[in-house]
């Protein structure tokens, strides 16, 4: 199975509280269409993230590359299948076919792909929400993981948007059983 992380429990011990509109949106299936895309490669704790995000953000534009669409990260793996310091993930966004990058940032290409997608709203620190109700969508449905899932973050500016109300879209790659 693909990228999947355990619910959050608060202090207390509880599940964090969701809000009913939340609850109330369900995932679907989609066919994504493939395009080129420029990422930086990372390795570790998710704690870095931030931290690489200011990498990633410095290297492109230093370099003068131009995005297409939406910033975005790649889970290539999961933290319920490797140890932290093994988790591989990407930070990226999606460019022209033609477009060149140096290193440390590399060109790769996402195919064409059947996924499920959901739209969560809310703060990045209680995403695992939306796997928890992808991961079920698929089981009830007669779906399976099949790829690396990536988070397109839909907010232009994160930080000028309350944590309640950033915008997620989630894409998992999925097969037919």
């Known amino acids: 199975?693909?990228?999947?992380?355990?619910?959050?429990?608060?202090?207390?011990?509880?599940?964090?509280?969701?809000?009913?509109?939340?609850?109330?949106?369900?995932?679907?299936?989609?066919?994504?269409p493939g395009f080129t895309y420029?990422?930086?490669?990372c390795k570790g704790p998710y704690a870095q993230i931030q931290a690489k995000v200011g990498e990633?953000?410095?290297q492109f534009f230093k370099q003068g590359l131009t995005p297409g669409g939406n910033f975005f990260a790649i889970y290539q793996n999961s933290p319920e299948k490797v140890k932290q310091e093994e988790l591989q993930w990407r930070l990226g966004f999606p460019v022209a076919a033609d477009t060149v990058p140096n290193a440390p940032l590399e060109k790769g290409e996402f195919t064409s792909t059947q996924a499920v997608v959901y739209l969560y709203v809310g703060p990045y620190e209680k995403v695992a929400y939306a796997y928890g109700k992808m991961t079920a969508?698929?089981?009830?449905?007669?779906y399976t993981p099949a790829g690396a899932s990536i988070?397109?973050?839909l907010d232009m500016n994160p930080?000028?948007?309350?944590?309640?109300e950033r915008k997620t879209e989630i894409i998992w790659p999925v097969k037919k059983q």
């Open 38 to 41: 420029v990422y930086l490669q």
């Open 56 to 58: 990633f953000m410095g």
């Open 151 to 153: 988070e397109k973050y």
């Open 137 to 142: 969508f698929c089981e009830l449905n007669g």
């Open 1 to 32: 199975m693909g990228f999947w992380m355990p619910a959050q429990e608060t202090a207390s011990g509880q599940l964090p509280q969701i809000p009913k509109q939340e609850r109330l949106r369900q995932p679907e299936i989609r066919e994504i």
């Open 159 to 164: 930080m000028a948007v309350k944590p309640e």
